[in-house]
């Protein structure tokens, strides 16, 4: 896969997806402490979103970055515009601009939310053994 | 290795009057947070604001320095 391929497979998931996530890991298995917490705030609002892992290769994560001008990881999009990293999605979680961003009720209690199922970006080698 | 003085120096420094505080969260070296305070933020979104912090450090963010958290603020309170 040449960079190109991969900058064009990076803006089409921007743009497919309402909401989009690119992170270190998965939302179930994430990777990373700034991850886990920006996944961890859309699961709580119940929102449906796509994610993303950089690490399999270290040019999603040049690219992405070329393409947002953001240097760090995670970067959440929605409706095809950059919000921010995690520090930003987390005040905007606190303060209830992120529910409001995304169309959702605030829950009162976040810790106790169900944790609905993430929508996952499929690259094809995903088996169902877990099923 | 950066240090938290050094950062808290070029964050000034390239933000002139701005007020800024910066801890290193793991004392290694590579993982900071920045509390900036500057007028020049006014009427910029969080994303603008927390670039112009950003690009203070260009390449070195994900490189020498892993992480930096970024807190952005205008002297009134105000975002």
Same mark, same amino acid.
């Given at each position: 896969m040449t960079n190109d391929e991969i900058r064009g497979f990076i803006d089409n998931a921007i743009q497919e997806n309402q909401v989009m996530l690119f992170m270190k890991g998965t939302p179930h298995e994430p990777a990373c402490g700034f991850s886990a917490r920006t996944a961890g705030a859309l699961n709580a609002l119940g929102v449906q979103y796509a994610a993303l892992d950089i690490l399999p290769d270290p040019r999603i994560r040049e690219e992405l970055s070329g393409l947002s001008g953001w240097p760090t990881i995670p970067q959440l999009f929605v409706k095809g515009e950059l919000v921010g990293g995690s520090d930003i999605v987390m005040e905007m979680f606190e303060s209830g601009e992120l529910a409001e961003l995304l169309g959702v009720e605030q829950p009162e209690e976040p810790a106790e939310a /169900? @944790? /609905?199922e993430p929508a996952r970006q499929r690259i094809g080698l995903e088996n169902n053994l877990a099923d | 290795m950066p240090?938290? $003085?050094e950062l808290k120096e070029r964050i000034e420094a390239a933000l002139p009057g701005s007020a800024v505080a910066v801890e290193d969260l793991t004392g290694g070296g590579d993982h900071f947070r920045a509390e900036v305070v500057s007028d @020049?933020? #006014?009427? =910029?979104s969080r994303i603008q604001q927390h670039k112009l912090v950003y690009d203070v450090f260009g390449a070195e963010i994900g490189g020498p320095i892993h #992480? =930096? $958290?970024?807190k952005t603020s205008t002297p009134g309170g105000a975002q």
């Open positions: /169900p @944790q /609905p | 240090t938290s $003085s @020049q933020f #006014a009427g =910029l #992480a =930096l $958290s970024i």
